[in-house]
Nanobody, 120 residues
């Protein structure tokens, strides 16, 4: 069993930056893919970024490429999402996710979500 706890959400102006953190606790394993999604009320949850255990493989949605950076610190069991050049359309609830496999094709664990609000 794995628990994911997110932090770092809040408000920012367009063009600003925020850093989200996701701390994982419970069972640890090597082939553990993690990533970030976001969701706006009434819309489907949107994939943003993923990272493998060794952090040598990263994937980003087109909407955030060049603006968001995913990273992880396995010693701290924490994954991060550095967000820059924020846009109002980035406003959403951001969720950390983890898979028992090597990809996020199937999500096994979700964080509770943290609100990000970007103002014009």
């Amino acid at each position: 069993q794995v628990q994911l706890v997110e932090s770092g959400g809040g408000s920012a102006q367009a063009g600003g930056s925020l850093r989200l953190s996701c701390a994982a606790s419970g069972r640890t394993f090597n082939s553990h893919a993690m990533g970030w999604f976001r969701q706006v009320p009434g819309k489907n949850r949107e994939f943003l970024a993923s990272i493998n255990w060794s952090a040598n493989r990263r994937y980003y949605a087109d909407s955030v490429k060049g603006r968001f950076t995913i990273s992880r610190d396995n010693a701290k069991n924490t994954v991060y999402l550095e967000m820059s050049s924020l846009k109002p359309e980035d406003t959403a609830v951001y969720y950390c996710a983890a898979s028992l496999g090597t990809t996020l094709a199937s999500i096994d664990y979700w964080g509770q979500g943290t609100q990000v609000t970007v103002s014009s």
